[in-house]
C-alpha cells in the first residue's frame, strides 16, 4: 500500500478537564499497534480505524464517568 504511515508515526492523545486545569498527555507510536508488514498490507481507512479504536479506549481510561451535578439546595 502507497500511504503516509510507518512504525515511526505517532500518536499524541491529550485530555483536558477545564474546571480543574487536569490534564492528561500521552503518545505512542503506530510500531506499538502493528510491525511495518501488517501496515504495508492495510489500507488507509484500516489503520486510522486501528488508530481510532486505541484512542478511544485511552479516554475511556481517563475520564470519570460518575460525575454529577452538586445539589445546591
Do not use: C, P
Not at 21 to 32: F, W
Not at 56 to 65: A, G, K, P, R
Amino acid at each position: 500500500m502507497d500511504h503516509k504511515y510507518t512504525v515511526d508515526t505517532v500518536i499524541t492523545m491529550s485530555l483536558g478537564i477545564g474546571i480543574s486545569n487536569a490534564r492528561h498527555d500521552d503518545e505512542i507510536k503506530l510500531g506499538d499497534l502493528m510491525d511495518q508488514e501488517e501496515i504495508d498490507k492495510a489500507s488507509e481507512e484500516e489503520i486510522e480505524k486501528a488508530i481510532e479504536e486505541v484512542v478511544n479506549e485511552w479516554s475511556y481510561n481517563y475520564i470519570d464517568t460518575g460525575w454529577s451535578v452538586k445539589d445546591e439546595s
